[in-house]
């Protein structure tokens, strides 16, 4: 059996150890709450410096935008509506894999469709 050690005493030895590696003074361990925070920060200041890249287009032509959005209607027509029962009425909207599929898109179904099926 390893004696045991008070709490000062291990936080004595462990400076002890921070010393021997190099350090100059004796580094603080994270605590808990704030190393998240940190961690968020840093993400942050890594995107900061990335460079922003204009947002593409999503249909190149009135055409291809026109046929896409009749390939949405058509397709939101067809497809089984997801069901929710709010406040004693049942209420439609459109399906998650709808909404994933087609999001660069969605800006150009009509507004009584998006109003329809709930659709931002």
Not at 46 to 64: F, G, K, T
Not at 81 to 89: I, K, R, T
Request: hydrophobic share 30%; glycine share 6%; with cysteine.
């Amino acid at each position: 059996m390893g004696s045991r050690l008070g709490k000062s005493e291990r936080r004595a030895r462990r400076q002890k150890r921070a010393m021997a590696s190099g350090a100059e003074k004796p580094q603080k361990a994270p605590s808990g709450g704030s190393a998240g925070k940190r961690i968020e920060a840093a993400k942050r200041k890594r995107s900061n410096e990335r460079e922003r890249v204009q947002p593409r287009l999503c249909c190149s032509n009135d055409a291809e935008r026109k046929a896409t959005t009749e390939r949405m209607v058509q397709t939101l027509l067809n497809a089984r509506l997801e069901q929710q029962w709010v406040n004693g009425a049942w209420e439609v909207n459109a399906p998650m894999w709808f909404v994933r599929t087609f999001r660069p898109h969605l800006h150009h179904l009509p507004d009584e469709v998006r109003q329809r099926y709930k659709i931002r």
